[in-house]
Nanobody, 127 residues
Framework: HVQLVESGGGSVHAGGSLRLSCAAS???????MGWFRQAPGKDREEVAA????????KYADLVKGRFTISQDNSKNTLYLQMNSLKPEDTAMYYC??????????????????????WGQGTQVTVS
């Protein structure tokens, strides 16, 4: 089955940058991949997503222009480059994988219930 392992989290000052990685294994090729986050006391929320072939990306309004999702299929790795970090970006960040048809991805990439595979998360703290 699909396994996802995040890394790259840490503590950073406001305005700084971090790059998260998600190493994927198993039969995930062609799956849409997403990043989600959960701050203390809050519900988990969508951050960004990318199609299996990388031709379409989606971002939550809160991170547009600051975060960039990408993937290197030769390394089986998903990335989230986070720039201009703010204290409100503090959260546990999770990567997830799902097989989504293009119309489903375009319409509702943020639906967590569509993603059956999740990593264990990596903590990001911005002070």
């Amino acid at each position: 089955h699909v396994q996802l392992v995040e890394s790259g989290g840490g503590s950073v000052h406001a305005g700084g940058s971090l790059r998260l990685s998600c190493a994927a294994s198993g039969p995930y090729h062609g799956y849409c991949m997403g990043w989600f986050r959960q701050a203390p006391g809050k519900d988990r929320e969508e951050v960004a997503a990318i199609t299996g072939n990388g031709d379409a990306t989606k971002y939550a309004d809160l991170v547009k222009g600051r975060f960039t999702i990408s993937q290197d299929n030769s390394k089986n790795t998903l990335y989230l480059q986070m720039n201009s970090l703010k204290p409100e970006d503090t959260a546990m960040y999770y990567c997830a994988a799902a097989f989504l048809l293009p119309t489903r991805y375009a319409r509702s990439w943020y639906m967590q219930s569509d993603y059956p595979y999740w990593g264990q998360g990596t903590q990001v703290t911005v002070s």
